[in-house]
């Protein structure tokens, strides 16, 4: 639209008709967009301007003709004005679209009180415009528009309770500053990123009610700045070569950054404002003691002093008694002398000091200080606080800290990390509760009594000492402690906590602990199996269920009272002797689990001990030396799961209870890998355990066949009846060289098997199952299979990798399997890629059949190729 229409329309809508809007207006609901309206909206979508957006479409609408004669609804004056007045400038503009009423309604002078045209490109009429429709505003943005200074003349002189104005971005007259002097009802003015004045001269600034001024990163020969009422004034970052202030009331100062400022002005400025509370002159670098003594003096009432970044001050002589708040930050010549002077200040309550690197100490008696921050201080060695108040200190890259002294009553959490040179650390603070001292490397074992209960942290609950090389015992005796943390604290060699309320413990990295004493201590779970030269062990943990001693070679002597431990893990702890698991069982009679997998000391007398754990059900005694089971059988009446892998010195003769005698009737899984029993047993033991339901027998080298009817019970006394309420649903035979053939016909019963493995098994030719709810069956690495036949209606999953059996028999053998849907004939040798198509012929259940890569076919019918890898962990 031309400038001039719009104009035109902007005045016919000053002209409308105010009679014509009643006290209930109707809402039109129109059912077709007119063609007015059509256009409207197309120019508005063209336009890629904020401002036409936001001038353009509420002038356009508000100047606009409606038909009355749509749909209409029912809204009040009140209600609109309350939805309105919860939207920004943009949604009122488009809700000016919609109709008169609302039009109207959005026009209202309450939601337009605060104009913001920041960054648009608003021309000086559209501006005018807006000044006459809105005369009342309060709030005003120029910032950042093309003829900032003209439009803040206007702003000044047009809008007559303006109270806050921003501008700034392009170059400010002197004349708006004189025009500034006229807004009575001015309260805060914003300048930023100006030019201020045409030629370099002295720009006045005066006026009697404004409260706030902010001139920043702004560019000026000479500022005078006479507010009487001024109470807070910013000159931050902007080029001044003087400033001379006439504010008697102003209590904020911030000249930070003001580099082309010299120490005289510095001080001429702010000792003329004796009410100061708050001064900011960081990076004032020409700043000096004496001007700070000045300053100190004038401005009594000083609260906050931000004085970082001056190079030439000590602090010295100087004395502020009403000062909260101090920075300090890297001041090159703060030494130990300051602190001196600072301790004058009783008040004080924040300081900071990071990068002050002349001061080797820093000893302060301030009762009000509640916050300290040290930070890169290279030669600071000591520190003493005594503030009841203080709640946060920071101590970082200190790397010369050797003592620290900390009292209050405050302090509920403290971090010293990495400050390698630590040696000695005295707390008094009796709301400590988190206490970090990871990476200090020096610390000594006095560290220890200042956490325990006659030290001065009586409430602590989290201590860590990660990484503290020099520590070598660690004695804690603590009421109040719950979480301890010793990770890589590798010279520790004796650990003694009596800590009745800790709940977790993290010994990570402690491989040379020999000794270790738990009580009394809360812990549910204890994993000791990262500490493999632990030779003495105490524990009493009233509530622990799970505990763990792997690989405790050098374990000799264990003392374990834990009431509720249902788990143990001793594992390779081959010193473990018999006269320890009695003590164990008396001890821990829940247990209901217990491993104790090459413990090769322990014997009968040990084992016979197992009688006092009425709810033990899992049983580990792999790769011992064990040679009678009578004591097992007889203790452990309710053992559900036993293994014997790899027990060596177990004769035929030792399962016989088993499968003669009825023992263990509870017993659903064994493992008796790799171990030498002959096949007359192992026979038996298929045909009488009919309670088992998993069954491992990998790497048996005495194993030959598996073609017994074992449901016949010719090989034994027990009847053939039985035979129908055989359990078993695992069986696993991986790695049996000498097995040739297996053989499971239906008289064998074996109704409930799902899952027969026997993978590498080199020598196996014949496989006939009838087994009716198979499957898995994995027959991968057979290499000499030549015989395959499946009466498995259930059979899901078949592995045949690296077998060496030619298409035709692998079509016979599936033939028969309705429910297969993945198999595996990688490296095959004799299965080609044509056949997979005859593969799904015979067998149209399949949905994955895996060959190797340069055979896989994609027959339409593979919904997703997995990987052996993960069907042989799923299975």
Excluded at 58 to 64: A, D, S, T
Excluded at 626 to 636: A, D, V
Excluded at 829 to 837: F, H, N
Aim: charge should be negative.
């Amino acid at each position: 639209m031309e400038e001039g229409e719009l104009k035109r329309v902007w005045s016919s809508t000053d002209a409308e008709d105010d009679d014509t809007y009643h006290k209930r207006p109707k809402l039109e609901c129109p059912a077709s967009a007119s063609s007015d309206s059509s256009s409207m909206e197309e120019r508005t979508v063209a336009s890629s301007s904020r401002t036409h957006m936001f001038c353009h479409n509420f002038i356009l609408n508000h100047g606009r003709k409606d038909d009355d004669s749509q749909v209409r609804f029912d809204l009040t004056d009140d209600v609109l004005h309350v939805v309105f007045s919860f939207l920004k400038h943009v949604d009122l503009c488009r809700s000016a679209m919609v109709c008169r009423q609302w039009r109207v309604a959005s026009a209202h002078e309450d939601f337009w009180r605060v104009l913001t045209f920041k960054n648009m490109s608003i021309s000086i009429d559209q501006f005018e415009n807006m000044c006459r429709r809105y005369p009342n505003a309060t709030r005003v943005n120029v910032y950042g528009v093309p003829a900032v200074n003209a439009l803040a003349m206007k702003a000044a002189t047009s809008f007559r309770n303006l109270e806050i104005l921003t501008i700034g971005n392009g170059q400010i007259s002197e004349n708006f500053f004189q025009i500034l002097g006229e807004c009575n009802s001015l309260r805060s003015v914003t300048i930023s990123d100006a030019i201020l004045g045409s030629v370099p001269q002295e720009i006045h600034l005066s006026h009697d009610r404004l409260h706030k001024l902010k001139i920043r990163k702004c560019s000026a020969l000479r500022l005078s700045i006479r507010c009487p009422q001024l109470r807070s004034l910013s000159l931050k970052r902007s080029d001044m070569v003087l400033a001379m202030l006439n504010c008697p009331l102003l209590q904020h100062l911030d000249i930070a950054s003001c580099h082309k400022l010299q120490d005289a002005d510095i001080r001429s400025a702010v000792t003329s404002c004796p009410q100061l509370e708050s001064l900011d002159v960081s990076n004032s670098s020409c700043l000096g003691n004496e001007t700070l003594r000045e300053i100190a003096q004038a401005c009594a009432a000083l609260h906050i002093l931000n004085a970082s970044h001056c190079s030439n001050i000590s602090f010295e002589s100087v004395h502020l008694p009403m000062l909260t708040v101090l920075k300090l930050r890297s001041c090159e010549r703060i030494t130990s002398a300051s602190m001196t002077w600072i301790a004058n200040s009783p008040a004080l309550e924040v300081l900071e000091l990071d990068n002050c690197n002349m001061f080797t100490s820093v000893a302060l008696h301030l009762s009000c200080l509640q916050s300290l921050i040290l930070l890169n201080c290279r030669k600071f060695v000591e520190l003493n606080l005594q503030s009841t108040m203080l709640s946060s200190i920071t101590v970082a890259n200190c790397l010369a800290l050797r003592r620290v002294t900390i009292t209050s009553n405050a302090l509920r959490r403290l971090a010293l990390k990495k400050q390698e040179n630590l040696t000695a650390l005295v707390l008094q603070c009796q709301s400590l509760q988190e206490m970090d001292l990871s990476g200090c490397k020096s610390l000594s074992n006095t560290v220890c009594e200042s956490f325990s209960d006659v030290g001065g942290c009586p409430l602590l609950k989290s201590l860590i000492l990660d990484n503290c090389e020099s520590l070598t015992e660690v004695r804690f005796c603590n009421s109040s402690l719950s979480s301890l943390s010793l990770v890589g604290c590798r010279a520790v060699t004796s650990l003694a906590l009596k800590c009745p309320r800790l709940e977790q413990i993290c010994l990570d990295g402690c491989d040379n602990l020999e000794t270790a004493f738990f009580k009394p201590v809360a812990l549910r779970s204890l994993n000791l199996g990262i500490c493999p030269k632990l030779s003495v062990l105490s524990i009493e943990a009233p509530y622990m269920v799970s505990l763990d001693l792997k690989c405790f070679g050098g374990l000799s002597e264990s003392s374990i009272i834990c009431p509720l431990l249902t788990s143990l893990d001793a594992s390779f702890c081959g010193q473990l002797r018999d006269d320890c698991l009695p003590a164990i069982t008396a001890s821990c009679p829940l247990i209901e689990s217990l491993v104790l997998m090459s413990c090769s000391s322990i014997g009968s007398v040990g084992f016979s001990s197992l009688k006092g754990l009425q709810n033990l059900s899992v049983l580990d005694l792999s790769y011992t030396c064990l040679m009678n089971l009578e004591p097992i059988f007889k203790s452990c009446i309710q053992l559900k799961v036993l293994k014997l892998q790899a027990c060596k010195d177990l004769t035929d003769s030792s399962l016989e209870p088993l499968y003669k005698e009825g023992a263990l009737p509870a017993l659903e899984e064994l493992d008796l890998s790799y171990g030498t029993l002959c096949q007359t047993t192992i026979d038996d033991l298929l045909a009488c355990c009919t309670h088992l339901t998993h069954l491992s027998l990998n790497g048996c080298v005495n194993m030959h066949d598996l073609e017994h009817d074992w449901g016949s019970g010719e090989s034994n006394q027990e009847p053939a009846e039985t035979s129908t309420n055989r359990l078993l649903q695992n069986l696993s035979c991986v790695g049996c060289p000498n097995i040739r053939k297996v053989l499971i016909p239906p008289a064998a019963r074996f109704n409930h098997l799902s899952s027969l493995n026997l993978s590498l098994c080199v020598n196996l030719k014949e496989v006939d199952l009838a087994c009716s709810n198979l499957v898995l069956l994995n027959l991968s690495n057979c290499c000499s299979l030549e015989v395959l036949k499946l009466g498995c209606p259930r059979l899901s999953t078949l592995f045949l990798q690296s077998c060496k059996m030619d298409e035709a028999r692998v079509e016979a053998a599936i033939s028969g399997c309705g429910s297969l849907e993945t198999l595996d004939l990688r490296f095959c040798p004799k299965i080609s890629s044509v056949s997979m198509v005859r593969l799904q012929t015979v067998c149209p259940s399949l949905k994955r059949v895996f060959s190797s890569p340069n055979l896989l076919q994609d027959q339409g019918f593979a919904s997703n190729v997995l990987l052996y890898t993960t069907l042989s962990r799923l299975y």
